[in-house]
């Protein structure tokens, strides 16, 4: 494999993952309809990587367009970023994101069968809801999704599996990311929430930068160490690097190979222990108050990644600290004020 397609290139992982595909040797052609990003993403590519890629401007799920693409570039593999993903959202316009998520990924897929292309699958550790046990690996059961953004992760699975196994053609992956945060350390790259972000990290750099309101804590009285959830944040640069090495992997596969990887920090920390990393981290106070449950909430989750780290051979470079840092670093630069 040579010529990759990243739908959602232009998006936080899409991006990160564009540059680490170039540092691999790879050529990243960019399928992006910028309906949640902005084109500033592909000056922080190239500023980065000193390449260029080819970016198109295109929903994902124009079949036609999308199959006339991968012709000229040539493509040979598929990295999917491409879908909605905010949860609150989806449960007020759900056929949004099923529409999105779900009917465009049966049209891309139909289109690498015929041609026979590989794909690594962005999935997410929502398919496993509250785990019964920790940490979550693969084998846990997958339970009625919270959400209908969370029920297109399970959809697409499920697809990407049945498609997959039925095929004399195609080959896949689905890795289940944890809580991807962090930026690139330059700065140049890094999550860009439009409108408000609801997600912990954007939030708090927001409010360390007082661009945002106050962080509220949501609930500190669940059965954890210290009373707050508990979530397996992953530096968005080690999770960019699994897509390399999950191409690389299914590059050795036969037809018809499908599997799923968790991929994750491996550890477990509290809201607070965030907001703690932040403060020692930046050297500034986290503006917060301790605050009600948030509905649907999951207590506590992080993943078992041994099977990423064996079957891969991809493992964690990065910590918190360096999460907290780069996330901080990425707020400062796009906080004109600062
Ligand atoms: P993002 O919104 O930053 O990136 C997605 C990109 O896809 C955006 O640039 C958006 O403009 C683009 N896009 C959306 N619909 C499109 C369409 N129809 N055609 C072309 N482009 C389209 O999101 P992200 O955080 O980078 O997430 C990437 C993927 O990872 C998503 O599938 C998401 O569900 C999944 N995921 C994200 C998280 C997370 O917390 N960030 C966790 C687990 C899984
Ligand atoms: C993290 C922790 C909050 C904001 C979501 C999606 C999930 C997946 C990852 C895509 C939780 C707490 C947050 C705030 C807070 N995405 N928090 N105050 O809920 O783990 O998962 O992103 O697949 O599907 O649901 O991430 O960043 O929203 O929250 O106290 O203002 O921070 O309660 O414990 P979450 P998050």
């Given at each position: 494999m040579k010529n990759i397609l990243v739908t959602g290139g232009a998006g936080f992982i899409g991006s990160h993952t564009a540059v680490e595909l170039i540092a691999a040797g790879y050529n990243a052609v960019i399928v992006d309809n910028l309906s949640n990003s902005k084109e500033s993403a592909l000056t922080g590519i190239k500023e980065i990587s000193g390449a260029t890629p080819s970016f198109y401007n295109l929903d994902y799920s124009n079949d036609e367009k999308l199959k006339e693409i991968i012709l000229k570039e040539s493509v040979d593999g598929v990295i999917h970023f491409a879908a909605f993903k905010a949860v609150g959202e989806s449960t007020e316009t759900p056929l949004k994101y099923y529409a999105n998520n779900v009917a465009g990924f049966v049209g891309l897929l139909s289109t690498l069968e015929k041609l026979g292309i590989p794909i690594v699958f962005s999935s997410s550790?929502?398919?496993?809801?509250?785990?019964?046990?920790?940490?979550?690996?693969?084998?846990?059961p997958i339970k009625p999704a919270e959400s209908p953004y969370g029920t297109t992760k399970q959809m697409d699975e499920t697809i990407l599996r049945d498609a997959t196994k039925a095929s004399k053609k195609l080959k896949s992956i689905a890795l289940r990311y944890f809580n991807p945060v962090g930026a690139h350390p330059s700065g140049l790259i890094g999550e860009l929430?439009?409108?408000?972000?609801?997600?912990?990290f954007p939030v708090v750099t927001q409010a360390i930068a007082g661009v945002g309101k106050e962080l509220t804590v949501?609930?500190?009285?669940?059965?954890?160490p210290d009373g707050s959830c508990v979530r397996d944040y992953i530096h968005v640069v080690d999770l960019a690097k699994a897509h390399i090495k999950a191409l690389e992997y299914l590059n050795g596969q036969q037809q018809g190979f499908y599997d799923v990887f968790n991929i994750g920090s491996g550890k477990g920390n509290t809201v607070l222990e965030v907001i703690k990393a932040f403060e020692e981290t930046t050297?500034?106070?986290?503006p917060h108050i301790l605050g009600a449950r948030r509905d649907g909430d999951i207590v506590a989750t992080y993943a078992n990644c041994s099977k990423a780290n064996e079957l891969l051979g991809w493992k964690t470079e990065k910590t918190l600290t360096d999460s907290c840092r780069d996330a901080w670093n990425w707020q400062t630069k796009i906080t004109p004020a600062l």
């Open positions: 550790c929502t398919v496993y809801g509250e785990p019964d046990s920790l940490p979550v690996n693969e084998q846990a929430p439009l409108g408000r972000p609801s997600n912990l949501f609930g500190t009285d669940y059965d954890t050297g500034k106070k986290v």
